[in-house]
């Protein structure tokens, strides 16, 4: 009974010894915390005065909360009489542990800083990734880019891929050069084909007259000489300058009675018997 109430006041003891360093760490916690979310606010407003990109300026805000709560709560730890060497040896051994287990996704999130930052392209921006897709940059997340393709699909490009590679980014343009080819007759007189494409292109306004639009022999295919046609336009008209002057080079080759020629094959029916 004796040891037991020993015991007892040896834990009382320690707790009314132990009672100024919990206030004091409890008091540390409070006002650390009211001094965090200031130094939050401030740092926000100086984001926005800044015009920090939105994206950017969330990740930053979530690094800084991050280690200014860990500091708080190692120095509460500390303030009362709490070894924080443990603690440090524990974070240190799980961050090393997480970083070797989200390798790919810290180089996504490390991509997605170093795109925030130097903004190879911003939203709005029509861009080609690695894999060939083309499409308008819609969102810029730390670990993904989203684009909207011209049929409307979706498409999630990493951020560690788009920071290390080639990225197209078709709006940094001015202009931007379109070319497609159309076969004529091997009885076309070339010259006047030329000469008729070439005015279709020069009563468009929509493409550029420096540089000059250029026609001119691609090769000589089976059943056709295969025309190049190139020009250059604006990059928001690009697409409906590529489709409609096709169309019109169509219609005027016929109006001119330009044949534009097809594969064909001829089938020669030999009468008599085969032997």
Do not use: C
């Amino acid at each position: 009974m004796d040891k037991v109430q020993i015991g007892i006041g040896k834990m009382i003891e320690t707790i009314l010894i132990s009672l100024p360093k919990i206030a004091v760490g409890l008091t540390i916690l409070v006002i650390g915390s009211f001094a965090i979310k200031w130094i939050l606010r401030f740092i926000k407003l100086r984001f926005e005065k800044r015009n920090v990109d939105i994206s950017l300026r969330g990740f930053l805000i979530s690094i800084f909360r991050f280690a200014l709560y860990a500091l708080l709560l190692i120095t509460v730890a500390s303030t009362m009489g709490i070894q924080t060497t443990s603690f440090v040896a524990v974070f240190g051994a799980a961050g090393l542990a997480v970083g070797l287990a989200l390798q790919g996704s810290l180089s996504n999130l490390a991509g997605g800083v170093l795109i925030l930052i130097f903004k190879p392209f911003k939203v709005g921006d029509y861009i080609s990734n690695p894999a060939g897709t083309a499409g308008t940059v819609e969102r810029i997340d730390i670990l993904y880019t989203s684009l909207r393709t011209a049929d409307g699909i979706s498409v999630y490009s990493p951020n560690g891929t788009l920071a290390n590679s080639v990225i197209s980014n078709f709006t940094n343009i001015t202009q931007r050069r379109f070319d497609f080819t159309i076969g004529i007759s091997y009885d076309a007189n070339i010259k006047e084909a030329r000469a008729l494409m070439m005015e279709v292109l020069m009563k468009d306004g929509r493409v550029l007259s420096t540089p000059k639009p250029d026609i001119f022999v691609k090769g000589l295919g089976e059943s056709s000489v295969d025309m190049t046609v190139r020009g250059w336009t604006a990059p928001a008209d690009y697409w409906q300058v590529f489709y409609e002057i096709q169309e019109k080079l169509k219609v005027a080759l016929d109006q001119h009675k330009i044949e534009i020629p097809f594969p064909q094959r001829d089938l020669h029916i030999v009468k008599g018997n085969l032997e």
